[in-house]
């Protein structure tokens, strides 16, 4: 193997254990009482991604409905409606509209993974940005985890985490794979995890 693809491999991991060490442990505490506040009120769980970020919403959404024994949804699981909502009105509402569909109010939380947190003047995730000012506009609450400096999100989150940056050239792959484990530690949080994990519960068999 060549010297430089070794290299990366090292470095890599290297960046992994930086972001660990850095992430803001406050922020991750309180989107855990967040989460449970939501529950306990009877809110429902509305996990907002593009991309890679859409695949990672769409597994925490099975994880926080049997974990966490929450009511939770992701857009982009139906492919149907969105595609139809992408073509007859536009991609930067695609979020909005289906939140005004579901009927969004003050119990329930948006949770956005995203790895700009979307930006407006950069014209990049607008559909988040315009979700999360319709989330704002009722009085839903709103947490992400994201990369950058937060973006949008990060401006109007009531908690958000922010997967620092510690390589220029590795912003992406390093917010999409934090997402993942900032969300598995909530999901297995002892204030939020209400459900057994299979390969947990078969300790000790």
Known sequence: MRDGVMGHTETFLRQVVQVAEQLNRKAIDGMVRLLVQTRE?????????????????????NDFRKIAGMEA????????????????DGWETVFETWLQGSRLNERDLVFVMSVGGGNRELSVSVNLVRALEYAKEVGAKVCGIVGRDGGFTGQVADVCVVVPTV??????????????VV????????????????????VGE
């Open 167 to 180: 390589d220029e050239g590795a912003i992406t792959p390093l917010a999409e794979a934090f997402q993942g």
């Open 73 to 88: 949804y992701a857009p982009t699981d139906n492919v149907s409606e969105l595609t139809a909502r992408v073509n007859d």
């Open 183 to 202: 969300w598995h530690l909530i999901i297995s949080h002892p204030e939020l995890r209400v459900g057994e994990m299979k390969w947990e519960s078969t």
């Open 41 to 61: 009120q009877g809110g429902r769980l509305f996990i907002l991604g593009v991309g890679g970020s859409a695949a990672n919403a769409s597994h925490a959404v």
